[in-house]
């Protein structure tokens, strides 16, 4: 029995599909049966490296397949966000420069962006062009 465990250990490790179905003696339909047992398998062999059965539990994930990987080894969800801050005494100022920067993310976010280092450069140019726009705007109120 060790000599098993010893092959199924070192397919698991390396994602040796064909192996893994000899091992367990499994007639799989379909080669997409079988990674789907290979990423199932390791994520409950605590053996194989954490790296490997947290890539597993992501492709599990990815696929709406269910993950055997523990609550306790599973990573944390992160989230990402920006923030919209202005610093201004004119509330109109303020106003409008937070609308606009507001605008823009939801904006990217419609358009499937998710790259904050993206939407917080969209928020700057929309943050620009509304103080150019303040400022001409401000300049017809001085005359």
């Not at 000599?3 to 599909?17: C, I, P, T």
């Not at 358009?111 to 017809?140: C, N, P, S, T, Y």
Request: glycine share 4%.
């Amino acid at each position: 029995m060790p000599l098993v465990q010893s092959a199924m250990r070192a397919a698991l490790e390396s994602g040796d599909v064909k192996s893994i179905a000899a091992t367990l003696g499994a007639d799989l339909k379909s080669r997409h049966d079988a990674v789907k047992v290979l990423h199932m398998a390791r994520t409950k062999a605590e053996s194989v490296p954490m790296v490997k059965r947290l890539y597993s539990h992501a492709w599990l994930e990815s696929h709406g397949l269910p993950s055997l990987l523990p609550d306790k080894d599973r990573p944390s969800k992160v989230t990402r966000a920006v923030g919209v801050a202005v610093n201004s005494y004119v509330s109109f100022v303020k106003n409008s420069l937070t609308r606009v920067q507001e605008e823009a993310i939801l904006s990217a976010y419609a358009d499937g962006v998710k790259d904050h280092l993206l939407i917080r450069r969209l928020m700057a140019e929309a943050r620009a062009r509304e103080l150019r726009g303040l400022e001409l705007k401000l300049g017809e109120r001085a005359k």
